[in-house]
């Protein structure tokens, strides 16, 4: 009797996990779409394999979008899908899940093109590279981004008619206490001497950035450094902002 109820709880499990995972992609993101910090639109597939056309923060796109289920992840409790974005030349490659403290990314790795980094943080000026990520954990926490990795401006810049180069700058999270943020520095290669953070929190974040030029500045650059911060004692510029995201 025992084994004939262990059977019949099987095949019930199993058939539900099958409709589950083939059901229309369309018609399981309209029962979660309320629980996604993005936006998807262009649905095609399924659960277990299915692609969006766009992905859209806060009205922005920003890249297409491929999944892949991972049904172990539910020992976890965890609603996991293995995803691929894309975004022009750039894939960036990791995991997308919804767990008891809601969505998270993960062991996310890839490259994405700088503006869309700024279309993220609606920074007005126009940038030019491209952001290297190696994120491990990215998470909507009530006091703001919870972040573990790190990104890597590529061939900074801040574009225009006539670019202004910048090097490489590093953006690392900053794990003291009670903060959320992301500690700003440069390679040492580049024309500014870069030292500074963005601090999140649940209104949006704030950037708080000293740039010193380097005897490599050219004049663009002084100038532009001049229009956008508070000149200091040592010659750097205070450069401070507040964004909303």
């Not at 796109?61 to 995803?83: F, T």
């Not at 573990?148 to 202004?164: D, M, Q, S």
């Not at 963005?198 to 950037?207: C, E, M, Q, S, V």
Request: aromatic content about 6%.
């Amino acid at each position: 009797m025992k084994r004939a109820l262990f059977l019949v709880f099987t095949f019930l499990l199993t058939w539900l996990v099958a409709m589950v995972v083939t059901a229309p992609a369309p018609w399981l993101h309209g029962r979660i779409a309320d629980r996604l910090p993005v936006t998807l639109t262009g649905i095609e597939g399924t659960l277990w394999h299915g692609r969006a056309r766009s992905v859209q923060w806060n009205g922005r796109p920003l890249a297409r979008l491929e999944w892949r289920w991972r049904p172990w992840r539910l020992l976890l409790a965890d609603l996991e899908l293995g995803i691929t974005l894309h975004s022009g030349a750039h894939l960036l490659e990791g995991a997308a899940g919804i767990g008891v403290g809601g969505a998270y990314l993960r062991e996310l790795a890839g490259t994405l093109p700088a503006p869309l980094l700024g279309r993220l943080l609606k920074i007005e000026a126009p940038l030019e590279g491209e952001v290297v990520v190696d994120l491990e954990y990215l998470a909507d926490g009530e006091e703001g981004p919870e972040i573990e990795g790190t990104l890597a401006w590529r061939e900074a810049a801040l574009g225009g008619k006539k670019p202004i180069p910048l090097g490489e700058i590093l953006l690392e999270p900053d794990l003291e206490e009670g903060r959320r943020g992301l500690k700003i520095r440069d390679r040492g290669e580049g024309p500014l001497r870069l030292e500074g953070e963005i601090t999140f929190d649940a209104r949006g974040f704030h950037l708080d950035l000293l740039a010193t030029p380097r005897e490599s500045a050219d004049r663009q650059l002084v100038t532009a450094l001049k229009l956008a911060g508070r000149r200091e004692r040592n010659g750097g510029y205070r450069i401070s902002y507040d964004g909303r995201m």
